[in-house]
């Protein structure tokens, strides 16, 4: 029982170092010049994330604003929020699927999703331009 219990213990410390090693790998892959296509899977999900972050940013901005307004503007834009979340989710998924097991496809689909992202905190930055924000 003992000897189970310590390989155990050794199974569960290397999975978690790998795990470690290849998140810092990650952080460390340099984008925007030639490498693998496991290079450009991360860049490309770091990309999606750096717009994710944006969008939290001027819907929270545009949220906090429209309090000024009523509570049936908030629940309009987040009612909106919501549905754009799932189309945001339906065409990335359409985009990337003809991809469906090879190892562009992630690349494909983060690209999509920060291009879409983005596009959507551009809209959402001109409303708050246009409010005077």
């Not at 969008?55 to 754009?84: E, F, H, M, N, P």
């Amino acid at each position: 029982m003992k000897k189970i219990l310590i390989g155990l213990f050794a199974v569960i410390f290397s999975l978690s170092a790998a795990a470690h090693a290849q998140e810092k790998s990650a952080n460390e892959v340099p984008c925007g010049v030639t490498g693998t296509q496991a290079e450009a899977n991360i860049c490309a999900r770091r990309e999606y994330q750096k717009a994710d972050a944006a969008l939290k940013t001027v819907y929270d901005r545009s949220i906090y604003l429209l309090a000024t307004y009523g509570g049936k503007d908030q629940q309009k834009l987040r009612r909106a929020q919501t549905s754009w979340l799932r189309y945001r989710s339906a065409t990335c998924e359409s985009e990337a699927s003809i991809y469906e097991g090879g190892s562009i496809r992630p690349a494909v689909y983060y690209s999509c999703l920060a291009s879409v992202t983005r596009e959507r905190v551009r809209r959402l930055e001109e409303f708050l331009v246009v409010t005077g924000q």
